[in-house]
């Protein structure tokens, strides 16, 4: 896969308007509540239309999958949307980091050098998942390379956009930020486990 060197971060994607994946992503159908129906029988301002539709994307991925509709959609104002053309890197090792993302279609490969400076595939993401937490809590360089291998819809969410939620919505915040260790805790398992098959092969 050649890899787009000209650009890198954000810049080498394509920012989406929500209101015009209506055919891709359609709104939620099913609501939790007699209250959120009825609102939705009365015309909704875009932005409204906007964050619904981001919320019913956002529900499917793993790591809002213990989060209430409600708390979804308040996440989803503070979520943009991009596109990426294979061969797109959303970030390089190194780099400063200030977002992560939620891979919503398509397909993205993890690369790492190793320390002969060879690049390395280490993991391919797929649709649901999520990458890039890691700079939301310690924003330290990025520790690989992130590349579209196919064309793929990302949820972004910014380090700035998180600190926003944290002053906004303080619970919420927290309970964001504990899904994210529970997922770093999972891959730390998941990698150390692989490590201590290699060392006793």
């Not at 015309?43 to 989060?67: G, H, Y």
């Not at 400063?96 to 050098?113: A, N, P, R, S």
């Not at 997922?183 to 290699?198: A, E, F, K, P």
Request: hydrophobic letters at 40%; a negative charge.
């Amino acid at each position: 896969m050649a890899l787009n060197n000209n650009k890198t971060s954000l810049e080498s994607l394509e920012l989406l308007e929500p209101e015009s994946l209506k055919a891709e992503f359609p709104e939620r159908r099913q609501q939790p509540s007699g209250a959120v129906q009825e609102r939705r029988q009365h015309i909704q301002k875009p932005s409204e239309v906007a964050t619904a539709r981001i919320a019913a994307m956002l529900e499917k991925a793993q790591m809002f999958k213990d989060f209430e509709w409600a708390q979804i959609e308040i996440l989803s104002g503070y979520i943009e949307l991009y596109r990426a053309a294979p061969g797109a890197v959303l970030f390089r090792e190194g780099d400063k980091g200030d977002f992560m993302c939620i891979v919503l279609q398509g397909k993205l490969e993890i690369h790492k050098e190793n320390n002969q400076h060879v690049d390395k595939t280490v993991t391919t993401v797929f649709a649901g998942r999520s990458l890039g937490e890691m700079t939301i809590v310690d924003g330290e360089p990025r520790s690989a390379t992130a590349v579209a291998i196919e064309p793929s819809m990302l949820a972004v969410l910014t380090q700035e956009n998180f600190l926003q939620i944290m002053r906004d919505r303080p619970a919420l915040s927290a309970k964001l930020l504990l899904k994210i260790a529970q997922l770093l805790s999972q891959r730390l398992r998941l990698t150390s486990g692989i490590l201590v098959d290699y060392l006793e092969s």
